[in-house]
């Protein structure tokens, strides 16, 4: 559905061989997109400049380097940066109160690393991404309605001027 647009995702995960099977799946499904990947959340807020479309976060990016930010302390940060990009989080955990608690700090949703990730991941990609251009076409839309309200309002004023010359 979406494989023709181009969209900057950034994956942020400590486990080397899982951002590459991520990656992998990524180019194969998106295959125009610019795909950034990061071992820490530290090099990830560190280097993402440009808004990304999609930012995929592990949630235990501290399981590796006990004193590394966790995936909520990265989601904070890249919140205050990229507010409106959706964060989706990604988990060996299946603990739906860790699911919740990353949805209350605004991720927009949460996968279990598992067999039907990749399945899943493509479901919701395809959904992140639609809305994304349902609200780019919203504010072209906006953007444009409020034009056309000027330029009426600046026509009806000069027929106004027209029509009654200078008896105004």
Do not use: C
């Amino acid at each position: 559905m979406y494989t023709e647009n181009e969209f900057k995702i950034s994956l942020i995960d400590d486990e080397p061989d899982y951002l590459e099977k991520l990656k992998s799946f990524l180019i194969s499904h998106y295959p125009k997109s610019q795909i950034s990947i990061y071992n820490s959340g530290e090099e990830a807020i560190a280097n993402i400049f440009e808004q990304p479309d999609l930012i995929i976060l592990d949630y235990q990016l501290d399981s590796i380097n006990p004193v590394a930010m966790n995936g909520i302390q990265v989601l904070q940060k890249l919140k205050q940066k990229f507010a409106e990009t959706p964060v989706v989080f990604i988990s060996l955990s299946e603990n739906p109160e860790i699911a919740a608690h990353t949805i209350k700090f605004g991720a927009y949703d949460y996968l279990v690393k598992g067999e039907h990730t990749f399945q899943k991941a493509e479901i919701l990609l395809n959904n992140i991404f639609s809305h994304g251009t349902i609200r780019k076409n919203l504010k072209s839309q906006k953007f444009f309605n409020r034009l056309l309200v000027l330029l009426l309002v600046g026509l009806f004023v000069w027929i106004l001027i027209m029509a009654f010359g200078g008896s105004l």
